[in-house]
């Protein structure tokens, strides 16, 4: 296909040339795109430094329209979530700050920004993290099961912080409906639904009953 050249997940030394080589006669205004979706298929295949360097380019050198930037945010702070949490927090609070109708993205990084607070199992951390799962409902965005489940598990958390033993348990049996949910559309019948391990649906069980 025309399209394989910034799809493609290969970063050989003779792909990067040609990458490089197509970018140049691209229009200017596509290359923010370009760089952003040939680093989704670079991390997808595993190659996460390559694709954290095309989308660092895109911010640096301030490429394309808000909605790529903010897109591009968003990956930032997903790719360093579980090996450099205060790293990610910062692009989360970038994106926020920098593009707060969170256009391009997945309207769904107030969860994030609020799962990672709430990991650092800090006590002082749970205000914010309530705050931001109410801006998110405030917004009115995305109602998949699978990002209402991410929701509920972050209230459980604050809850049993704070000690809420009720609302441990409100929460709790929300998300395992949520759980138990069929597909959101039958010609993707993955798009939306819940992906839980068998750890976290034995935890909601327990806290539910």
Same mark, same amino acid.
């Given at each position: 296909?025309?399209?394989?050249w910034f799809?493609?997940?290969?970063w050989?030394?003779?792909?990067?040339?040609?990458?490089?080589?197509?970018?140049?006669?691209?229009r200017?205004w596509?290359?923010?795109?370009?760089?952003?979706?040939?680093?989704?298929?670079?991390?997808e295949?595993g /190659?996460? &430094?390559?694709a954290? $360097?095309?989308?660092?380019?895109i911010? *640096?050198?301030?490429?394309? #329209?808000?909605?790529?930037?903010a897109?591009? /945010?968003? &990956?930032?702070?997903? $790719?360093?979530?579980?090996?450099?949490p *205060?790293?990610?927090?910062? #692009?989360y609070?970038?994106?926020?700050?920098?593009?707060?109708t969170?256009?391009?993205t997945?309207?769904?990084?107030?969860?994030a920004?609020a799962?990672?607070e709430?990991a650092?199992?800090r006590?002082?951390?749970?205000?914010?993290?309530l705050?931001?799962?109410?801006?998110?409902?405030?917004?009115g965005?995305s109602?998949?099961?699978?990002?209402?489940f991410?929701?509920?598990?972050?209230?459980?958390?604050?809850?049993?912080?704070?000690?809420e033993?009720?609302?441990?348990?409100?929460?709790?049996r929300?998300a395992?409906?949520?759980?138990?949910?069929?597909?959101?559309f039958?010609r993707?019948?993955?798009?939306?639904?819940?992906?839980?391990?068998r750890?976290?649906m034995?935890?909601?069980?327990r806290?539910?009953t």
């Amino acid at each position: 296909m025309a399209d394989d050249w910034f799809r493609s997940p290969d970063w050989s030394p003779t792909a990067q040339a040609d990458f490089e080589a197509r970018l140049r006669r691209s229009r200017d205004w596509n290359h923010a795109q370009y760089l952003r979706i040939k680093g989704l298929a670079l991390r997808e295949a595993g /190659l996460l &430094h390559a694709a954290r $360097s095309l989308w660092e380019r895109i911010i *640096e050198q301030d490429l394309g #329209y808000d909605f790529e930037k903010a897109g591009t /945010l968003e &990956h930032l702070g997903d $790719s360093y979530r579980d090996t450099e949490p *205060e790293r990610a927090t910062q #692009y989360y609070r970038r994106l926020l700050a920098e593009h707060p109708t969170l256009s391009g993205t997945t309207a769904t990084v107030e969860i994030a920004l609020a799962e990672v607070e709430m990991a650092k199992g800090r006590r002082a951390d749970t205000d914010e993290a309530l705050a931001l799962l109410n801006s998110f409902l405030e917004r009115g965005r995305s109602q998949f099961p699978s990002v209402l489940f991410r929701w509920h598990l972050v209230l459980i958390d604050i809850a049993q912080a704070t000690g809420e033993a009720q609302t441990v348990q409100r929460a709790a049996r929300v998300a395992l409906d949520l759980a138990a949910r069929g597909p959101v559309f039958s010609r993707h019948r993955d798009v939306g639904v819940v992906h839980a391990d068998r750890q976290t649906m034995r935890r909601l069980r327990r806290l539910a009953t």
